[in-house]
């Protein structure tokens, strides 16, 4: 297939097609000097981060002109392909990479990241042929976040519950045939220290048809702790203990129902290895090291007790974390941390380039961080262009990007192309109640195009 990117050509169709983007910073104007007046700036990648930094230089230089490139076909980021169907509303996380586990075994079929788990449901070509098996009755989700708790509502959710959201029919109809009927999600550290919100728990305490399964042991004592901990460490924490001790009876209509599924939060345990099936052909349990904290609270560390256990299941999904990749050797990348070295967004030893999101502070925070962090970046650039900081010299701008792209053979996709699959994707989802049934084939949505 031919290289291709996806290029912003004007920012008003963005404010005709889409609602403002939430969130402000006060309104102010700079006064630009003659040669600033027309700047021409290049935004590389169109999530979140992205759109947030050029929605910042626009509102605040006007004249500025500012193309957004990107190597999909279809715009937006983690906003399309990194939120849970059923959570419309929630924009978390998102990043090209995930952290490895490092571990033997890892490699088996039926180990798979979480990131590339989430591509496969939400319709990221990249993932579209994952195939995983659900065959097996016990699953295993490494990581206590955010992510974790969304990959495990998936698996447990019934069927019906998301067919007029905006999955890919091709998952649901996996999910439709899925055996798995427990979910264990396994943490390194303690319940102080879990990264997932009261929201997300919440909602899997609440999942119609499952029960929640947690070890009162591990809440000894945690009662007289939660005293001095932040307000929302604290709200949690409680909700966990309540969950891990309340006695049959006392649940909550959504859960009085006989509940054919489970979920369980797995507490001071860090993956070792993934033990294979007899035959060596796929996962078949992973052998857990059993863990006790050295430190306090949020920073508490985790080292092994020299115990071990096996916990059998047929899929390891691992929410371990994530990471940038680096894009070009001539742009400076640390990877260890797998972000750019910059200061304020400046990226360090190279004039006049810019970062934001993920690849500027890491894989942390959440839709409204990138939001800020973006507006920062925004600011750092036009400050530096104001100040005349900027590299001198002639700006060809997309003129140059074109004529490059056209040497090579790319025909780039525009936004109005973006456009026509963005309303054929619609049509199709709307015979069967969907907001849109995304399209998953690359050439098909060339052909569509006519290309």
């Not at 899997?204 to 929302?232: C, H, N």
Request: charged content about 25%; proline content about 10%; glycine content about 10%.
């Amino acid at each position: 297939m031919a290289p291709r990117c996806w290029r912003w050509w004007h920012w008003s169709a963005w404010r005709r097609t889409r609602p403002p983007l939430p969130g402000s910073t006060p309104s102010f104007r700079q006064r630009f000097s003659t040669q600033e007046q027309h700047p021409q700036i290049c935004v590389v990648g169109s999530g979140p981060a992205g759109f947030y930094t050029a929605q910042h230089l626009l509102k605040h230089h006007p004249q500025a002109h500012v193309d957004i490139y990107e190597k999909q076909l279809v715009p937006f980021g983690l906003v399309r392909f990194g939120v849970a169907p059923d959570h419309p509303e929630v924009k978390s996380y998102g990043a090209e990479d995930h952290r490895a586990l490092e571990i033997p075994g890892e490699e088996l079929p039926g180990v798979f990241s979480a990131r590339a788990f989430v591509g496969w449901y939400n319709g990221l070509p990249e993932n579209r042929e994952l195939a995983p098996d659900l065959s097996c009755d016990t699953a295993v989700i490494l990581g206590q976040g955010n992510v974790a708790l969304d990959v495990a509502r998936i698996l447990l959710t019934p069927p019906e519950h998301l067919e007029k959201t905006d999955i890919t029919e091709a998952a649901l109809g996996v999910l439709r045939q899925s055996r798995v009927k427990t979910v264990w999600i396994v943490g390194r550290r303690g319940p102080l220290q879990v990264s997932f919100t009261i929201k997300e728990l919440r909602e899997m305490i609440q999942l119609p048809g499952t029960r929640p399964i947690l070890d009162p042991a591990d809440f000894l004592g945690l009662q007289d702790r939660i005293k001095e901990v932040p307000r929302p460490r604290k709200r949690l924490t409680e909700l966990l203990l309540r969950t891990a001790t309340e006695k049959p009876g006392t649940e909550d209509t959504a859960r009085q129902a006989p509940a054919s599924r489970a979920w369980g939060l797995r507490f001071f345990r860090s993956p070792q290895q993934v033990l294979p099936s007899p035959d060596g052909r796929r996962a078949a349990g992973i052998r857990l090291a059993v863990t006790r904290l050295e430190g306090v609270g949020e920073a508490a560390r985790a080292v092994p007790t020299g115990d071990t256990e096996d916990l059998p299941c047929g899929l390891v999904l691992s929410s371990v974390g994530y990471k940038s990749r680096p894009i070009d050797p001539s742009v400076p990348f640390d990877p260890k941390l797998g972000v750019i070295p910059n200061m304020e967004g400046r990226v360090v030893a190279v004039p006049g380039l810019y970062c934001s999101g993920w690849v500027k502070r890491g894989p942390t925070g959440v839709i409204a961080t990138t939001m800020t962090d973006s507006f920062l970046t925004g600011q750092m650039l036009l400050q530096d262009l104001k100040a005349g900081l900027l590299p001198p010299g002639p700006r060809p701008g997309y003129a140059a990007i074109e004529a490059l792209l056209s040497s090579r053979g790319v025909r780039p996709v525009s936004f109005s192309d973006w456009e026509k699959l963005d309303a054929e994707e619609v049509s199709r989802g709307k015979g069967a109640g969907k907001p849109r049934e995304k399209l998953l084939d690359p050439q098909e949505m060339l052909g569509l195009l006519g290309r």
